[in-house]
């Protein structure tokens, strides 16, 4: 496994303002587990986890919404290999166990992180970048 830290840089951005800003979304909020694992989970609240989990959830939703919008409003000809890698994510993120989350958070985390790390490293390095190209070549900023 590959490890990276949730900073965000100009290498990552994919040229449309919308979808780099649901990017740095999610690494702010890999910011925060990476925090958390720093610290080894110590005094870590069930609120602090929840709220890990419920703005994942949110930004995964809200990121396949707008996608998919643009995806349609401009005709993406590879629509589908987004929407799996998309909706791949959005089924890891539903089927986080909040009990196991809350009785060994440092595991669940880890996991969690690594989940999150693959995802942005193959949706945003490979997918997101080709997308943004292409509606950078429709003229969309």
């Excluded at 040229?15 to 925060?32: N, P, S, T, Y």
């Excluded at 989990?53 to 998919?68: F, G, H």
């Excluded at 009785?103 to 080709?130: C, G, M, V, W, Y």
Aim: charged share 25%; glycine share 4%.
């Amino acid at each position: 496994m590959f490890d990276f830290k949730f900073d965000w840089s100009k290498e990552v951005e994919c040229g449309v303002e919308i979808i780099d800003a649901l990017h740095r979304e999610f690494f702010h909020i890999g910011r925060d587990i990476e925090q958390l694992l720093m610290n080894e989970c110590i005094n870590v609240s069930d609120s602090q986890l929840l709220n890990i989990v419920c703005s994942l959830r949110d930004y995964a939703s809200y990121q396949i919404y707008t996608k998919e919008a643009l995806m349609k409003e401009y005709r993406y000809p590879k629509t589908y290999i987004q929407r799996k890698s998309l909706y791949t994510l959005q089924e890891s993120i539903l089927s986080i166990d909040i009990n196991e989350l809350g009785r060994t958070p440092q595991i669940a985390l880890t996991r969690l992180k690594e989940d999150l790390q693959t995802f942005l490293f193959n949706h945003i390095l490979i997918e997101s970048s080709e997308f943004g190209r292409y509606l950078n070549s429709c003229g969309v900023h």
